[in-house]
């Protein structure tokens, strides 16, 4: 028996989706997509939601669940991390109700207990990936997509995880969040990265774009990291001891103390990462700890 069979046999009615936005959207096309019921869609506007609606053709769809009826055996809550207490809250136990699931990183399982007092039936699913429309077909291919809550139920999620191709992982509440910070870093902050590449350029006279000058360059370091340990594909001026480049590189951020701060910061983990490098020249090593400031 195939996941999808197995799974679709335990939640017999179908999933019940409150939050219309890119991933709620996404998760419920591609559970449609695979053959699962979604028998009911809420959002705070009704564009949106209509719109879902019609392609996964439900039937039920509103601003707010008015009947305990109408709802799936799960309901997954895509909401912003601050709305899903104040739905909890507001919803309070439903007799006899589904399980309750939300999709946030940060936010533990346990957030949905006014729902569930006794910590039942309450789950925290959390794809680790970007949502946006033109990933919505295959954002939840191979990826990993942390389960936390009641072991009972995360079980039986695992088995919808894979029928919509991703990879489940069990975490209790610290790695959950421990998973979105460490997402935060490789993801989150390669935009600022990029703005502060993009404004150097601009204060010296230069009209190009950085994704464009940079592109290429970006995706081979990206390729690089996919396949081998940091360490290893550590390429530039720290990893090779070049103190006059560096020394030149401030001169150019002297009238950008911000960007100048955050490339200190930089190079001193850069540095403490280049020496694990096993057989790397360490002579100019203290002259730069000196350049970059050490805590």
Known sequence: MTPFESSRQLFPRGF????????????????????????????????????????????IFGTFPSRPADLGDVVFLCLPDDQIGAFAKKMGPVKDGPAWVHTSGATPAGVLEPLSPEGSGIAAMHPVQTFTIKNRDSAFNQCFVTLQGDP???DKLKKVVEAIGGRPLLVDSRQKIAIHLAAVYVCNYMAPLFAASQDILRDNGLEVRSRDLFGPMVRQAVEGLLSH??????????????????????????????????????GRVTLELAQKIEARDRSADPGMMERFGSQ
């Open 16 to 59: 019940t989706i409150i939050g219309t936005g890119r991933l709620g959207s996404s998760l419920a096309l591609r559970l449609n997509s695979k053959g699962y019921l979604i028998r009911s869609l809420y959002n705070r506007t009704l564009d949106s939601c209509e719109r879902i609606a019609t392609q996964t053709n439900t039937d």
């Open 152 to 154: 009972v139920l995360c």
């Open 229 to 266: 340990p940091p360490a290893e594909v550590l390429t530039g001026p720290v990893v090779r001891g070049d103190t006059g480049t560096i020394d030149r590189h401030l001169k150019v951020l002297e009238d950008s103390p911000k960007w100048d701060r955050l490339y200190r910061e930089l």
